[in-house]
């Protein structure tokens, strides 16, 4: 596996998958009322989210049905994002969709935290 080269886009496509990852544990955090109550959750929840993804079975492998499903997880959108790097040799604009996707979700999940945080401290 050659690796030189693509450094800067691996970052890139790992800075926006952890920005993915810190929205959904804002929101988990935030909506969760103990720490014994997010933990489970959160590990269930992203072990469903890998499974759904392509991380455990290869799309391709998958039912037709579950391969729509899984265009619908984050997971699925930062691993084609490292495929299309490591295996496609792709550019920044090929990698774009799939970035933005996870930035999308940061920002919604980021949102949908401070306003559900909001709301609960108003009452």
């Given at each position: 596996?050659?690796?030189?080269?693509?450094?800067?886009?691996?970052?890139?496509?790992?800075?926006?998958a952890g920005l993915a990852a810190v929205g959904l544990g804002l929101?988990?955090?935030?909506?969760?009322?103990?720490?014994?109550?997010?933990?489970?959750?959160?590990?269930?929840?992203?072990?469903?989210?890998?499974?759904?993804?392509?991380?455990?079975?290869?799309?391709?492998?998958?039912?037709?049905?579950?391969?729509t499903i899984s265009k619908l997880s984050p997971m699925n959108w930062?691993?084609?994002?490292?495929?299309?790097?490591?295996?496609?040799?792709?550019?920044?604009?090929?990698?774009?969709?799939?970035?933005?996707?996870?930035?999308?979700?940061?920002?919604?999940?980021?949102?949908?935290?401070?306003?559900?945080?909001?709301?609960?401290?108003?009452?």
């Amino acid at each position: 596996m050659e690796v030189a080269g693509r450094i800067p886009l691996l970052l890139t496509v790992a800075f926006f998958a952890g920005l993915a990852a810190v929205g959904l544990g804002l929101l988990l955090g935030t909506i969760a009322k103990s720490q014994e109550q997010s933990a489970p959750f959160g590990a269930t929840f992203v072990v469903i989210l890998a499974a759904i993804g392509g991380v455990w079975v290869p799309v391709f492998a998958m039912p037709h049905f579950m391969q729509t499903i899984s265009k619908l997880s984050p997971m699925n959108w930062g691993l084609n994002a490292f495929y299309d790097v490591f295996l496609r040799n792709v550019g920044i604009g090929e990698i774009l969709p799939e970035i933005s996707a996870l930035f999308l979700f940061f920002i919604a999940t980021t949102m949908v935290a401070i306003i559900y945080n909001e709301r609960k401290n108003a009452v």
